[in-house]
């Protein structure tokens, strides 16, 4: 009887762990499928100098597998595209023009938001150690960066969602410093 009782016991206590990596699987699945995305948005950030938290609000577009947009609309019109590894910003009549290859301590930031977006893995995992939690209806997935380099400006990224949609994205600074980026409906076309 006690033979048989550590093994079932052991079984018990992994059984969770197999649920968050089967739930886990199926979210970046999920995520992999949906080939382009529209919703709306509001950032908050928290910055310890200042009394009040800055806002910004606009769109967020999604088209797989590398192309995000992010187009504020309040309280400054400013455009910011990632499509292949390049970072275009466009703030009123100026125009900027990032090559990533050129800033690498900057891809493992820009691959927390593009490979949860694509369901890829892998990518995270390169950057970040994950921890997943919940089920696939409602679920937080916490990326803690592996690099000391990354870990110098972002302490962690607690990405929250339920099935293939994000709702919220908190990115932590060392220094206590953070945003809040809120991700809302559909926009409709």
């Known amino acids: 009887m006690r033979s048989l009782l550590k093994p079932a016991l052991l079984l018990l206590c992994l059984q969770p762990a197999f649920a968050a990596d089967a739930d886990l699987q199926r979210v970046m699945q999920a995520l992999a499928q949906r080939q382009h995305g529209h919703v709306s948005f509001v950032e908050r950030k928290f910055i310890a100098i200042l009394d009040q938290p800055v806002e910004s609000s606009g769109e967020l577009l999604f088209d797989a597998p590398d192309r995000l947009e992010k187009r504020t609309l309040r309280p400054k019109a400013e455009d ?24 690498p301590q900057i891809v493992p930031f820009v691959e927390s938001i593009r490979a ?9 995992e390169k950057y970040y150690e994950l921890s997943f939690t919940g089920r696939f209806e409602r679920w937080t997935l916490d990326l803690i960066p592996r690099e000391a380099r990354l870990r110098r400006t972002v302490d962690h990224i607690h990405i929250e969602g339920g099935g293939d949609r994000l709702h919220r994205v908190e990115i932590t600074e060392p220094g206590g410093d953070r945003s809040v980026l809120i991700i809302g409906a559909d926009v409709e076309q």
């Open 116 to 124: 949860t977006l694509a369901g890829d893995q892998a990518a995270l």
């Open 80 to 103: 910011l595209v990632l499509q292949g590894g390049v970072v275009t910003a466009q703030r009123g009549k100026r125009s900027y023009v990032l090559d990533l290859q050129q800033y």
